[in-house]
């Protein structure tokens, strides 16, 4: 019986010091590594028309992939189509009264020499031709106006993106920049995590970063810190660390290299840090 039991604890002894020494070596491994916890960023786009207007078509539902450069929604054109027409309607009357008064203008600056005209003539034909001018420039403007607002009775996706919310419909009326969809793009797509100040020195921007979800055996992206904020703020209550809540730390922003759809808005991630050895 006693043996029984030396031999169970010489057994415990042994399996402890396999352990210890196992906890030591996954340390001295990852003592070059710093580990960060935060979440996915993505931006989103609203995307609206910059006229007023009826929404004739808008061909896209929640969750289609959209392309950049794509057509994504129209108003009704008619009435811009028709301040076109006006407009340059507008500037060929001024074109014919501005090519009328030219000649009326060469014709008396010719006479006046001779007294055939008064100076006073000329001086109202020169004015005339100099307002027929400023006027014809005038309604060119409006007429380009005019042209910009009925293209931008069409709008283009500006960006690779998902629709998120389609926020309008067909037959309904909208002031400028209200939104008709909500895109969620592909690029860039980065992680928010923090670093306490402890190890605050040991991040770089350009500091290479390896990402890890929680989908087991999920694919690990690659990124680098972008940008290291200067200002210390109070650890938020939805990052997981070790150091408590009420400890001071600085944002950090992840930007991951071909995201390629494997990460998703809010997601939790882990970030894993190589450090610089002491002797570099």
Not at 101 to 108: F, G, H, M
Request: charged fraction near 25%.
């Amino acid at each position: 019986m006693r043996n029984k039991i030396l031999f169970l604890i010489l057994s415990l002894l042994v399996i402890g010091a396999l352990v210890g020494y196992r906890y030591y070596t996954y340390q001295k491994e990852n003592s070059d590594e710093l580990t960060l916890y935060g979440n996915v960023d993505v931006r989103q786009v609203d995307v609206s028309f910059r006229v007023l207007g009826r929404v004739d078509d808008m061909p896209f539902e929640e969750g289609d992939f959209i392309r950049k450069g794509t057509l994504v929604g129209k108003l009704e054109k008619q009435p811009y189509e028709d301040q076109v027409k006006q407009a340059e309607a507008q500037v060929a009357s001024l074109q014919a009264q501005l090519e009328n008064a030219e000649v009326n203008l060469k014709r008396r600056n010719q006479l006046v020499g001779t007294q055939s005209v008064s100076k006073e003539d000329y001086e109202n034909s020169l004015s005339a031709q100099k307002q027929l001018t400023a006027n014809l420039k005038g309604a060119e403007a409006n007429l380009g106006i005019a042209r910009k607002n009925l293209s931008d009775t069409e709008v283009y996706s500006m960006q690779d993106g998902t629709v998120l919310t389609r926020v309008r419909e067909p037959g309904s009326v909208l002031n400028p920049t209200e939104p008709i969809y909500t895109i969620s793009i592909i690029d860039p797509v980065w992680i928010r995590a923090f670093v306490d100040e402890k190890n605050l020195g040991q991040i770089y921007p350009g500091m290479p970063a390896d990402i890890y979800t929680d989908t087991p055996n999920g694919k690990v992206f690659h990124g680098q810190v972008g940008f290291i904020s200067p200002v210390a703020e109070f650890t938020p209550k939805t990052v997981e660390t070790t150091a408590l809540r009420t400890d001071l730390v600085y944002r950090l922003r992840i930007y991951v290299n071909n995201p390629e759809w494997g990460l998703r808005q809010g997601m939790p991630v882990t970030v894993k840090l190589p450090l610089r050895k002491n002797s570099e």
